[in-house]
């Protein structure tokens, strides 16, 4: 079974910059489909982005196209988030998790992922 770590998280000022890093261990998730959630105070966990297993493909959301880059290592079984341009709307626990069932195809839906990882606190100030 794949165990998912976020790391990178903390406080940044409105504008600024954070890399959230997804590790996993157990076993490679280079064949998976890895997404990014938000979960902000009395929220809906929300899709953020989602890359593909060769990172050929991602899909954002609205809100963070052109400010966020999801991308991955295989070869280090990592996924990444750079964050930039960050607003205090984005504060929000992230959350990253993988799709043990689909290689190809991005779902934004949360109960389509299997696994998921303990997640890490992001808050910007304004």
């Known amino acids: 079974q794949v165990q998912l770590v976020e790391s990178g998280g903390g406080l940044v000022q409105a504008g600024g910059s954070l890399r959230l890093s997804c590790a996993a261990s157990g076993r490679p998730f280079s064949r998976d489909v890895v997404g990014w959630f938000r979960q902000a105070p009395g929220k809906d966990r929300e899709f953020v982005a989602g890359i593909t297993w060769s990172g050929g493909s991602t899909r954002y959301d609205d809100s963070v196209k052109g400010r966020f880059t999801i991308s991955r290592d295989n070869a280090k079984n990592t996924v990444y988030l750079q964050m930039n341009s960050l607003k205090p709307e984005d504060t929000a626990v992230y959350y990253c998790?993988?799709?043990?069932?689909?290689?190809?195809?991005?779902?934004?839906?949360?109960?389509?992922?299997?696994?998921w990882g303990q997640g890490t606190q992001v808050t910007v100030s304004s």
């Open positions: 998790a993988v799709d043990l069932n689909r290689a190809m195809t991005i779902n934004t839906g949360r109960w389509v992922y299997d696994v």
